[in-house]
């Protein structure tokens, strides 16, 4: 995968993340540590 498609694929969950808050109405939503990892080890090439 490029890396055009991975920052695209990104920007698109932080809009489905942002869109999914405001339904909510949650101001933030919370990460734990491990879904901070696994965030995190998506973003590794």
């Known amino acids: ?15 489905q993340l942002t869109v ?7 101001p933030r939503v919370k990460f734990t540590p491990v879904d901070r990892a696994f965030l995190a080890a998506l973003l590794v090439p």
């Not at 995968?1 to 809009?15: F, I, P």
């Not at 999914?20 to 949650?26: E, P, V, W, Y």
């Open 1 to 15: 995968m490029s890396d055009h498609v991975k920052h695209a694929e990104n920007l698109v969950l932080r809009h």
């Open 20 to 26: 999914l808050q405001r339904q909510l109405g949650t």
